[in-house]
């Protein structure tokens, strides 16, 4: 369990005092895929090197796994922090030493014998699907498997918290998706707690159970992934959902389909989990009178479940149309006329 209790970071620049991160409290449970999200200056990469205890915060607390590591220095604080590794955006590797080498170099900083470290690093070798290429330098490997030997690194030690910093930025989005299944992946089987720090919501919806939305410092809206999806409070989560949202929403979109209905109204409904299975268009015809187009819809699969959005065009008189909507409003579907104001 991670926990940060009121904790401010600033930093004295010289010309003024800058608060890089403000007040933040976050509990974050065992084997979570947390995600912090935020744009360029929210705070992510200080709030991260907070839990990694490379920074102390200026006031509050972070308590890893009972430890607080913001009262403990020396010897203690470089034990606490094997047990918190980190991947990078740009890999970090050493790039005079092989794949093998790479993978071993912290189990020879933290003491393990030679003879024990060559098994473990033909574990790790396997767990993250790199077997054949242990003799290869890393200016000889793609981007994804450079971040797969990344990968293994971090999980020499057995750490409790994998910290990933932008992980998947500098990767195409094909690679992307396969390093996140393996982080999804090493999640389930080790029990690891990941916390990831991006600006891309893609990647929350892909593999994160909550996401925290960083703005100025602070953490301005904190969920699990599918209701933050289905109902973004804060205006920059709602910036965030519309970066995967599909051009469905935008306003260009709604009068081009408003030209090709042009008659009723367009409905679009937003249904989460096990409502993406029930068969709710069924029970709406067959209950009301009014007349039900599909225009679009897509389901999106995050590690909480699907949500799914539908666009349809109803034809009724008003009172039909209302009746229609609140039938879906009372089996808990999100529905809203679109307005194309
Ligand atoms: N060591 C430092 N000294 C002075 N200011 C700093 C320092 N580290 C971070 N900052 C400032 O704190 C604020 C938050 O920076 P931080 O790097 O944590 O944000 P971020 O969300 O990770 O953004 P990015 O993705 O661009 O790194 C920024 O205004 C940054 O300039």
Redesign the pocket.
Same mark, same amino acid.
């Given at each position: 369990m991670i926990e940060l209790k009121k904790v401010t970071k600033k930093?004295d &620049?010289g010309k003024a005092i800058?608060t890089?991160v403000d007040e933040v409290d976050l509990s974050i449970a065992d084997g979570e895929i947390f995600g912090i999200i935020?744009? $360029?200056?929210?705070?992510? $990469? &200080?709030?991260i090197r907070l839990l990694n205890g490379l920074e102390k915060p200026t006031s509050g607390t972070v308590e890893i796994n009972g430890q607080m590591i913001t009262a403990i220095k020396g010897g203690e604080l470089r034990k606490a922090r094997q047990k918190v590794s980190m991947i990078f955006q740009h890999f970090n590797l050493l790039w005079s030493r092989t794949v093998k080498e790479n993978i071993e170099f912290p189990l020879e900083i933290a003491g393990v014998a030679k003879s024990q470290r060559g098994k473990r690093v033909q574990e790790l070798i396997e767990l993250v699907g790199l077997a054949g290429r242990e003799n290869a330098y890393p200016s000889e490997l793609s981007g994804g498997q450079k971040q797969r030997v990344g990968i293994a690194r971090a999980l020499a030690n057995d750490p409790e918290v994998l910290l990933c910093d932008?992980a998947t930025s500098a990767l195409d989005p094909e690679t992307t998706d396969a390093i996140l299944d393996l982080l999804v992946d090493i999640n389930k089987r080790l029990g690891l707690t990941i916390v990831l720090?991006t600006?891309e919501m893609h990647v929350i919806r892909k593999i994160c159970h909550r996401v925290a939305v960083?703005e100025g410092?602070r953490v301005v809206e904190l969920g699990d992934v599918l209701t933050v999806f289905q109902s973004p409070q804060a205006e920059i989560t709602k910036r965030f959902v519309a970066q995967v949202a599909d051009s469905k929403d935008s306003r260009e979109t709604i009068k081009n389909l408003r030209e090709l209905y042009p008659t009723g109204e367009l409905v679009k409904l937003v249904f989460l989990g096990e409502q993406t299975e029930k068969p709710l268009l069924t029970k709406l015809i067959r209950s009301h009178s009014v007349d039900v187009n599909i225009v679009q819809g897509n389901i999106s699969h995050t590690q909480r479940g699907a949500y799914g959005t539908l666009i349809l065009q109803l034809k009724g008189s008003p009172a039909e149309i209302e009746e229609a909507l609140a039938f879906l409003r009372a089996e808990d579907i999100q529905a809203e006329v679109m307005q194309n104001d």
């Open positions: 930093f &620049t800058l890089a935020g744009y $360029s200056g929210a705070g992510k $990469s &200080t709030l932008e720090i600006h960083m410092g």
